[in-house]
């Protein structure tokens, strides 16, 4: 790993319903396809040494979409815990979730608290948010920090989600759109961001390698001159 790669990552997934109409298949493929890029982005970040991984999997806003189109990404999430555990067990893979997870259905719930339990051993960090929002995090943390006190930048940090996680270095969107949607918005006030034009199903090894090159480049300056 390059001394100057970032420590912490994080992506906001986004295309898998435009790849899928460009190939005129179902949404529900496109996801597929998105799920498949997901595997591909953890054993890249091992690869290139990267501390952590945060990526944006569903959204608070999320439960607005179609409930056909929910009801698929919930069971793309059941099949993926299913295929991918064991193979975090054994690359050392610590998973971590930020945002209310407890709103999903039960078996969900399980599956995802038996993985949190049994990957905590490991050594580099993969963190999913899900039913999360920033805004939401911060009110939050907000109301956490009130409970002690003063309400301070510190004490707020202290009771996000990512409290335990490396400061996030480097921020990336695909598809082309240029916006947070609602992610890691205090996480990011000195963050690197990059959008690509890429769409998420075909991000890969060497689009996160670019990206950690091209973060290598630049110059932070947290403010300063």
Same mark, same amino acid.
């Given at each position: 790993?390059?001394?100057?790669?970032?420590?912490?990552?994080?992506?906001?997934?986004?295309?898998?319903?435009?790849?899928?109409?460009?190939?005129k298949?179902?949404?529900?493929?496109?996801?597929?396809?998105?799920?498949?890029?997901?595997?591909?982005?953890?054993q890249?970040?091992?690869?290139?040494?990267?501390?952590?991984?945060?990526?944006?999997?569903?959204?608070?806003?999320?439960?607005?979409?179609?409930?056909?189109?929910?009801?698929?990404?919930?069971?793309?999430?059941?099949?993926?815990?299913?295929?991918?555990?064991?193979?975090?067990?054994?690359r050392?893979?610590?998973?971590?979730?930020?945002?209310? +997870?407890?709103a999903?259905?039960?078996? %969900?719930? *399980?599956?995802?608290?038996? @993985?949190? /339990?049994?990957?905590?051993?490991? &050594? $580099?960090?993969?963190?999913?948010?899900?039913? +999360?929002?920033?805004?939401?995090?911060? %009110?939050? *943390?907000?109301?956490?920090? @009130?409970? /002690?006190?003063?309400?301070?930048? &510190? $004490?707020?940090?202290?009771?996000?989600?990512?409290?335990?996680?490396?400061?996030?270095?480097?921020?990336?969107?695909?598809?082309?759109?240029?916006?947070?949607?609602?992610?890691?918005?205090?996480?990011?006030?000195?963050?690197?961001?990059?959008?690509?034009?890429?769409?998420?199903?075909?991000?890969?090894?060497?689009?996160l390698?670019?990206?950690?090159?091209?973060?290598?480049?630049?110059?932070?300056?947290?403010?300063?001159?």
């Amino acid at each position: 790993m390059s001394v100057n790669y970032p420590r912490h990552v994080a992506i906001i997934m986004d295309g898998n319903g435009r790849w899928a109409k460009a190939r005129k298949l179902p949404r529900a493929l496109g996801h597929k396809a998105g799920g498949d890029a997901v595997r591909k982005a953890v054993q890249a970040a091992e690869v290139l040494g990267l501390e952590c991984l945060t990526l944006y999997a569903f959204s608070s806003e999320n439960w607005k979409r179609e409930e056909e189109e929910i009801s698929d990404l919930m069971n793309l999430m059941r099949r993926f815990i299913e295929a991918n555990l064991q193979d975090m067990i054994e690359r050392r893979v610590r998973l971590k979730i930020i945002g209310d +997870y407890k709103a999903f259905a039960p078996d %969900i719930v *399980a599956k995802l608290e038996d @993985a949190l /339990e049994r990957t905590s051993g490991g &050594e $580099r960090t993969l963190a999913v948010a899900l039913n +999360y929002g920033a805004q939401q995090e911060i %009110i939050r *943390a907000a109301g956490l920090a @009130a409970e /002690e006190g003063a309400v301070t930048a &510190e $004490r707020i940090e202290k009771h996000l989600y990512t409290a335990d996680l490396p400061p996030l270095d480097l921020l990336i969107r695909t598809s082309g759109e240029v916006r947070l949607s609602n992610f890691l918005l205090w996480q990011s006030a000195y963050a690197e961001m990059l959008f690509l034009d890429v769409l998420w199903p075909d991000f890969d090894e060497g689009h996160l390698r670019a990206a950690c090159e091209e973060f290598a480049k630049r110059e932070r300056r947290y403010g300063g001159r």
